[in-house]
């Protein structure tokens, strides 16, 4: 019987007794949670039954023996909450556990049950009060565990890991706490064939997974997605890439996966912290959560995240400011109902930095701070509004409804001196300039309906859904490939200040660009056995794609649409509890492409893929790991169209293929140790083209920035109650830098460590914290921006760095 880290729990049961009561049965928040477990307790004696209660939960209890002594359990069988299954076992009994207005648990007897064979009753028992909280939710702020059972993108259900058909992998809140990730592909870097080609330097989050992106289809928040933008980590509880395509149940997305940002949410507990980071490059960070109840029946809830960042970086002139702010409040009237209303505003100064130039096959030998704009002159600024409501209506136990809506309004000023060729001698470099304001608007909600019955012994699980999202884009700016008033520059010893724009630069580049569709889909997940899964899975997707392009004003938009029934279907066997063998097919209509150089839309991604694998838990449930092989093929593939000057403009090419072998772990070894890590092998390549490549076809050469071998694994180990030491590393092979395969980026392992102290101070919690990361100062090539001027936009990666921390918790 497993043993979870306790926090601190004190009884009086009238005589001295040690008293430890897990998740399920000690803590009102744990009863409350809606996660639900596979129970199979026949009837029998209470204290076998709440033994086996404890074994599916995973927890350990400890009571008096006299509290259950001839009293008999009915049972319990079925899928349901731990509240649930506790209050199923304990009909009869006279045993209940209730939760106090101030959030303890009083544990006593309220009737008098009979017992077997005799007319005797049980006597009323002494309350037993239990302060504290024996487990940890997912929400909870002081969670210290790095893997979780259940995630919800996979199914939109809450579905526990071990029964989902599809590969899906959870980087939680205390991974990103211990790794002090600031930015998104920081968490994303612990999981598995998923690499972070950042667009534009820092101003664009974009994933590319099993061997496929596509940008700004790939990245959600709480389910629904969003637009092209860098994204904040202050306000997350934990991050869920699902692999393979997901548009069965989210509509037009990149095939490769997605990956959802899952925030915090109030709580009715309180909790307050503020930390303080401090590092190289002068970093400071400030960050700011606070939640608690805002009435006395607990009706009323509020959640404030915030954060600010003054950075540099140790690239030349380039540096960062940004500025988050998330309020939000929860009103949940009573248990059947409940509404959630949020704004996040968010504002980025960045300078804008495309990266080292190629020089033959590599990058050019210059120094790693080289930068190829210009200081006064290359500058960018997003500015980011988003609000967002959701609700759930829970019908009764089995049945709820739900609705989510956002509306992210995005503007984006560049003023960019950007590369655009290089001299024969290969130090000389050609820049233009990019110059104007970009307007985004995306409207996104779905509406799902849930529910759990059986039929002739079969159990199902339910959802019912329509989603809406529509995207709009415009900008007018100034592209100018060349100008006499910017100079070129040398690689090998830049000189900069001689660039004198005009006064009257005219816009040249006019675009729009639009995306509207809604969907119907539905899905059944039933229990054909106690250890045998299937999934069924169905959408129709209505979509619209409108592009524009003009030289002059803005254009008249050419619009296409497009129609596709995608189905998914995935099987999972349970032999024994700890062991899932899945497999799952898929089709699906990717995302939309966008516009050609000539201003019209690009034919949709189409996709289709076969997984198959094994998921066990160990060590008593507290580590998962999966093992997955999967071939997933791409239709209208983008990459880089190198006819044009725009280094923007793109084409669709005709077939990629991925295949490979995921191999994902995340948990606790024992009380103190625990482990995240992974490996992916991805072949990646195209097997047809368009036809436009001439002499040079794509055909058999691989994808950009993927790597066949990538590997990771991150540790930590609690040395004693306040003091934590932790230690990482992080392989990526050699990739090819663009679609021609004509230069590379090679391969490298980067190694990180960290040590934290933690002590009390009155009733607060502090941290203190160190990470150094790339240890032995390895020079490595974070990515190539795939979509930006293929042979001028390779980023380094961060040399030694030290960042510090200092956490205030009460």
Known sequence: MAIPTFRPITANFGTSMALAIAAALTSPVAIAAEQTLDYDIPPQALSSALNAYADVGNVQLSYPAGLTSGLHSPGVSGKWSPRQALEKLLTGTGISAKTTANGTITLESTAEPSKPGSSATTPTLPSVTVTGQAAYLSSDPYNPDYHRRTASTATKTDTPLMETPTSIQVVPRAVLDDQQAIRLDEATKNVSGVQAPRQLGVLFDNFMIRGFTTPSFNVYRDGLRLALQSFETANLDQIEIFKGPPSTLFGRSAPGGLVNMVTKKPLFTPYYSIGQQFGSYDLYRTTLDATGALNDDKTLAYRMNFSYMDANSFRDFVGRDRVFVAPQLTWKPNDAFEINLGYEYKKDNIIGDRGIAAVGNRPANVPISRFLGEPSFSSQQAESHLGHLSWTYHFNDDWKIQQRFAVNMLDTFNRNIVPISMEADNRTVNRGLFYGLTERATYTQDLNLN??????????????????????????????????????????????????????????????????????????????????????????????????????????????????????????????KWLSLFANWTEALGASNGRSAAGLPLPAELAEQFEGGIKTELFDGRLTASLAAYELTKRNALTDDSSTPDPSDQIAVGVARSHGLEFDFSGELTDRWKVIGSYAYTDARYLQDNGQFGDAPLVGKRLPNSPEHSANLWTSYQ???????????????????????????????????????????????????VNVNNILDKRYYAYADEFGNPRFDAMPGEPTTILGSLKVEY
Do not use: C
């Not at 900069?496 to 009257?504: A, E, H, I």
């Not at 109650?721 to 663009?738: E, I, M, S």
């Not at 395969?741 to 002590?759: F, I, T």
């Open 451 to 576: 529910g759990k019955f059986d039929t002739f012994g079969i159990g199902h699980n339910v959802l019912l859904g329509f989603d809406y999202y529509r995207f709009e884009e415009s900008r007018g700016v100034t592209f100018l490939p060349g100008a006499a008033f910017i100079p070129a520059i040398d690689i090998f010893n830049p000189v900069y200040g001689n660039v004198k724009l005009p006064n009257d630069l005219a816009k040249n580049n006019f675009v729009i660009e639009n995306q509207e569709w809604f969907g119907l889909y539905f899905q059944d997940q039933v229990d054909l056995t106690k250890n045998l899964h299937f999934l069924f899975n169905g959408r129709h997707d209505w979509s619209t794609a409108i592009a524009g392009f003009s030289n002059s004003a803005m254009p008249e938009a050419t619009a296409v649409a497009a129609e596709k029934f995608s189905p998914r279907l995935g099987l999972v066997y349970q032999p024994v």
């Open 719 to 769: 040395v004693t109650d306040g003091f934590k030491v932790g230690t990482g590393a992080y392989l990526v092979g050699k990739r090819q830098a663009n679609a021609a395969n004509n230069w590379q980026l090679p391969g490298y392992v980067r190694w990180d460590a960290m040590a934290a102290y933690q002590w009390t101070l009155g009733k607060s919690r502090m941290t203190a914290q």
